[in-house]
């Protein structure tokens, strides 16, 4: 049975930086695409950041890019957000994600395996 466990989340003040991890069990999903995507309060759940499971690859939402970095472990089964300069406009459930195929993207349809989400808040 894969599970996908969301932790790092937390409290911070605008400025702040926090690193969220996603630990995968149940297979191995080295060729697979990772990603991460966030649900934030009164708006629909919206991409983030992804990396790809052959090449290497990363792709970034416009509103990540160069605060938050997506990095990946293969031999623990592992993605992390390094998520720099936090704006309370950040504020959301996280959730990792593992995509059907193995090239980064954006599409929330095509990832198939979910995560439960934590919580990141972002105070002014």
């Known amino acids: 049975q894969v599970q996908l466990g969301e932790s790092g989340g937390g409290l911070v003040q605008a400025g702040g930086s926090l690193r969220l991890s996603c630990a995968a069990s149940?297979?191995?999903?080295?060729?697979?695409?990772m990603g991460w995507f966030r649900h934030p309060p009164g708006k629909e759940r919206e991409f983030v950041a992804a990396?790809?499971?052959?090449?290497?690859?990363?792709l970034y939402a416009l509103s990540g890019k160069g605060r938050f970095a997506i990095s990946r472990d293969n031999a623990k089964n592992t993605v992390y957000l390094q998520m720099n300069n936090l704006k309370p406009e950040d504020t959301a459930v996280y959730y990792c994600?593992?995509?059907?195929?193995?090239?980064?993207?954006?599409?929330?349809?095509?990832?198939?395996?979910w995560g439960q989400g934590t919580q990141v808040t972002v105070s002014s």
């Open positions: 994600a593992v995509s059907r195929e193995s090239i980064a993207s954006g599409q929330e349809g095509i990832y198939e395996y």
């Open positions: 990396s790809s499971g052959i090449g290497g690859g990363t």
């Open positions: 149940g297979r191995t999903f080295s060729t697979k695409a």
